[in-house]
């Protein structure tokens, strides 16, 4: 019907001026393929299910789209790795207030880092059945009560269960961001997936110490002040476009499935020693850097302590911009080579007891944490996107390299 009515108005139309010439209509296509915006994925995407909904539709029925949504996206994951990396200047107040031991500190961080991957095996394919802006409010809504745990803690089994929350919110948004940013604007969401991770790390480690050194009360201003930039980005993701409609098998989704396309397997299996070796050191940094320092120097100043995690996650963000057009396997080998070295010149520090070395190697180390666990040759391709089943893989996270994807 549709059909026949513009075929109605066109012959109108027809009436009035005269039909193009052949020529004339290539050139006038050409000039609109030059003016088109670098991301065309935006126009191609489906039809928002929630726009028929007056109370959820903007202003004229825009919705945040592109590029905009591509750096909301990114600033949402800074802010998800910023507040899971708000604790490591903490975890020294926490020690002298519930008396526990280091071991206890590494396992508050690692058991954050099984739930992510948990999240990421059970909930990556999710929001490619319900839409990504239902999951990623939903993941923020979660994040923000693990902040609520971690305000209101009074010992380390509220630590563990904030962690836990934490984690498990943060890969389940991380799936879901990484999808978004692909379907808006392709190029600059996996190059921005790459490069935000690091970011949040690095800002949400010194802005937490800084915190702790010169504001009253940290260990619940820091939490109320993330929930409060949580809420702000939840009213953003609340305007943006969604970018895929719902579609049965949500259920049968969480079903974790560990495949690989055939192309893939070998790659990966090489690179896993890298993935594992990356994460063991910003594991380390992440639960014992401050103390690292502070038996170097002697110092409780909280900000030097976390300048250790600081300066390994802005080194690898460094080492992910200037290493992003490098072939994929040049940049695995200067990867292994800088983390090797890294990791050699901090064990030397410790020895020497030389603070001026320890953070020469985290530098060093940071660059081959960046390229190792963001560029490598299986998920160079893994985090662009996933062939069969078309999720995107999160970077720099454990279980990133695995995509979803029938061999």
């Avoid at 075929?7 to 193009?20: E, I, M, N, S």
């Avoid at 670098?38 to 995407?45: I, K, R």
Wanted: with cysteine.
């Amino acid at each position: 019907m549709m059909k026949h009515y513009l075929a109605d108005a066109g012959a109108g139309l027809a009436q009035a001026a005269p039909a193009p010439h052949p020529a004339e209509r290539l050139a006038s296509a050409q000039a609109l393929r030059v003016r088109r915006p670098a991301s065309d994925t935006a126009a191609a995407l489906p039809a928002d299910p929630f726009a028929r909904r007056p109370w959820l539709r903007g202003r004229g029925g825009h919705r945040l789209s592109g590029r905009p949504a591509v750096f909301v996206l990114a600033s949402l994951i800074v802010a998800l790795l910023a507040s899971s990396a708000a604790p490591t200047p903490l975890y020294a107040i926490y020690q002298a207030r519930w008396h526990f031991t280091p071991i206890t500190t590494t396992v508050v961080f690692g058991v954050y880092a099984m739930a992510v991957l948990a999240a990421l095996l059970t909930l990556g394919k999710l929001s490619d059945h319900v839409g990504r802006r239902p999951v990623l409010l939903t993941a923020i809504a979660v994040h923000g009560g693990s902040l609520v745990i971690f305000a209101t803690a009074t010992g380390v089994p509220a630590l563990l269960a904030a962690r836990v929350v934490q984690g498990l919110s943060t890969g389940a948004a991380l799936g879901a961001i990484g999808a978004a940013m692909l379907d808006m604007d392709r190029e600059l969401g996996t190059f921005a997936n790459a490069v935000a991770p690091g970011m949040g790390s690095a800002s949400g480690a010194i802005v937490s110490a800084l915190a702790v050194r010169f504001l009253p009360d940290p260990t619940h201003l820091i939490y109320l002040a993330l929930i409060g930039v949580l809420a702000l980005q939840a009213t953003a993701i609340a305007a943006m476009r969604e970018t895929v409609s719902r579609a049965p098998g949500a259920l049968a989704s969480l079903r974790p499935e560990i495949t690989l396309p055939r192309a893939l397997r070998a790659p990966v299996l090489t690179a896993v020693p890298v993935l594992f070796a990356v994460w063991a050191l910003a594991g380390l940094y992440g639960a014992l850097g401050p103390a690292l320092v502070h038996a170097l120097t002697g110092s409780g100043n909280v900000v030097l302590g976390s300048l250790s995690l600081f300066v390994l996650a802005a080194s690898a963000v460094v080492a992910t911009i200037v290493l992003r057009r490098a072939a994929a396997r040049t940049v695995m080998l200067v990867g292994i080579l800088a983390l090797i070295t890294g990791v050699a010149v901090t064990v030397m520090a410790v020895s020497l007891g030389s603070v001026a070395v320890f953070f020469a190697g985290s530098a060093i180390a940071g660059a081959g944490f960046g390229s190792g666990c963001t560029s490598g040759p299986a998920w160079s391709r893994c985090s662009t996107w996933c062939p069969t089943s078309g999720w995107a893989c999160p970077p720099c996270w454990p279980g990133s390299a695995w995509c979803t994807a029938e061999g």
